[in-house]
């Protein structure tokens, strides 16, 4: 099975300040298409989880520009820009390339 | 508007069985694949099974294997996971997942909000 690795486990971070989250996968994500399939999800607190991007670096609808996806092979960023107050949740990156599916033990995105 | 609806979560006996089901709406239900992930209390997710648009293959993590079986009523718009030989393990929030399309798997655009199962005696 692909394991994905996040760091850190928790972020504490300032309003307005910027943030990033890694993922490394334990192989290369890269489809036999060309596609790497790396989604990122948000999870706020009492909240289902939210697809924020997918294919590494493509923002879904009503997704912030704040938000945004980088990396290739097999390591993974999640920036968001400026934090604001309703970034706060635990966001995990899944990957969709290899059966099983499988996701990051998460990240916890709290206000300092 | 995509809305996924589960039901059937409750409290059950280990080696006991469940049925959930997701009601499904705001889509052409029988052209989208469809997945189950579960979240154990304070855990992390955990992809489950993915079922293709027709119902014609069906997918499952290691640890369902053999004891769940996805099935999908495409007449009813209905998502269905059965779960047989429950297991502590087992105890989670299974949520009804829509993917883009009838045959991609794991984009999981979509989420319902969940029904909660217990496996406890």
């Known amino acids: 099975d692909v394991v994905m690795t996040q760091s850190p486990l928790s972020l504490p971070v300032t309003l307005g300040q910027p943030a990033s989250i890694s993922c490394r996968s334990s192989?290369?994500?890269?489809?036999?298409?060309?596609?790497?399939?790396l989604n990122w999800f948000q999870q706020r607190p009492g909240q289902s989880p939210r697809r924020l991007i997918y294919?590494?670096?493509n923002r879904d609808s009503g997704v912030p520009d704040r938000f945004s996806g980088s990396g290739s092979g097999t390591d993974f960023t999640l920036n968001i820009s400026r934090v604001e107050a309703e970034d706060v949740g635990v966001y995990y990156c899944?990957?969709?390339?290899?059966?099983?599916?499988?996701f990051g033990g998460g990240t916890k995105v709290e206000i300092k | 508007e995509v809305q996924l609806l589960e039901s059937g979560g409750a409290l059950v006996q280990p080696g006991g069985s469940l049925r959930l089901s997701c009601a499904a709406s705001?889509?052409?239900?029988?052209?989208?694949?469809m997945s189950w992930v579960r979240q154990a209390p304070g855990r992390g997710l955990e992809w489950v099974s993915t079922i293709r648009d027709s119902g014609g293959s069906t997918f499952y993590a290691d640890s369902v294997k053999g004891r769940f079986t996805i099935s999908r009523d495409n007449s009813k718009n209905t998502l269905y996971l059965q779960m047989n030989s429950l297991r502590a393990e087992d105890t989670a929030l299974y949520y009804c997942v829509k993917e883009s399309s009838g045959t991609s798997y794991g984009g999981f655009p979509h989420w319902g909000q969940g029904t909660l199962v217990t496996v406890s005696s």
């Open positions: 192989q290369s994500l890269v489809y036999s298409d060309g596609n790497t399939y």
């Open positions: 294919k590494v670096s």
């Open positions: 705001g889509f052409i239900f029988s052209t989208y694949a």
């Open positions: 899944m990957q969709n390339t290899h059966w099983p599916l499988t």
